[in-house]
């Protein structure tokens, strides 16, 4: 049985760093790229982050791009998110999503799993 389980959400202030981790269990983690993408209230999911199944290759929403970076670590089945500079329009849930050799980022219609969140609350 696939499960990501993602961790490190909370409360920070603007301008301050949160690191989000998802570990993977159950499936052959370096066969997959893995994403993070985030939903607020009312709001639809969007794309966030991606990294190719071996870590050489990155994309990022253009919101995030230079504040965030996604890293991971095979060895430990685990993909990484540092959000640093936060912003109050950073406030959601972050979602995991694992694609199996495919890089179709930023779709979302085509993920293989999902995580089940983390809440992620910036105040001003």
């Known amino acids: 049985q696939v499960q990501l389980v993602e961790s490190g959400g909370g409360l920070v202030q603007a301008g301050g760093s949160l690191r989000l981790s998802c570990a993977a269990s159950?499936?052959?983690?370096?066969?997959?790229?893995m994403g993070w993408f985030r939903q607020a209230p009312g709001k639809e999911r969007e794309f966030v982050a991606a990294?190719?199944?071996?870590?050489?290759?990155?994309v990022y929403a253009d919101s995030v791009k230079g504040r965030f970076t996604i890293s991971r670590d095979n060895a430990k089945n685990t993909v990484y998110l540092q959000m640093n500079s936060l912003k109050v329009e950073d406030t959601a849930v972050y979602l995991c999503?694992?694609?199996?050799?495919?890089?179709?980022?930023?779709?979302?219609?085509?993920?293989?799993?999902w995580g089940q969140g983390t809440q992620v609350t910036v105040s001003s």
């Open positions: 159950g499936m052959f983690f370096s066969t997959y790229a």
């Open positions: 990294i190719s199944w071996g870590g050489g290759s990155t």
């Open positions: 999503a694992a694609k199996n050799l495919r890089w179709t980022w930023p779709r979302d219609n085509d993920v293989s799993f």
